[in-house]
């Protein structure tokens, strides 16, 4: 890359970008977190993290989420 271009493009990173990008809207939305879904009745905690089984608060999180993936554990030998 030539000493110009790199001037250029430095100049051009340089330079603030537009308030806002014309045809979008900027709108602040909550952030809705779904509540925990462990139990009956419902743990109803948050903030939560989303699993395959439901959204789960730290408390209620799944030690596999993934059984059907199990990888077989072999030793040295290669024998399970």
């Not at 009956?40 to 905690?45: D, R, S």
């Given at each position: 890359?030539?000493?110009?271009?790199?001037?250029?493009?430095?100049?051009?990173?340089?330079?603030?970008?537009?308030?806002?990008?014309?045809?979008?809207?900027?709108?602040?939305a909550?952030?809705?977190?779904?509540?925990?879904?462990?139990?009956?009745?419902?743990?109803?905690?948050?903030?939560?993290?989303?699993?395959?089984?439901?959204?789960?608060?730290?408390?209620?999180?799944?030690?596999?989420t993934?059984?059907?993936?199990?990888?077989?554990?072999?030793?040295q030998?290669?024998?399970?």
């Amino acid at each position: 890359m030539s000493a110009a271009r790199l001037a250029a493009v430095r100049r051009r990173l340089d330079t603030a970008p537009p308030p806002a990008v014309p045809g979008q809207l900027t709108v602040e939305a909550p952030e809705q977190g779904r509540p925990c879904e462990h139990g009956n009745p419902q743990c109803a905690a948050l903030p939560t993290r989303p699993y395959v089984c439901g959204p789960r608060c730290d408390t209620h999180q799944p030690t596999n989420t993934r059984p059907y993936h199990r990888r077989h554990i072999t030793d040295q030998n290669g024998t399970p």
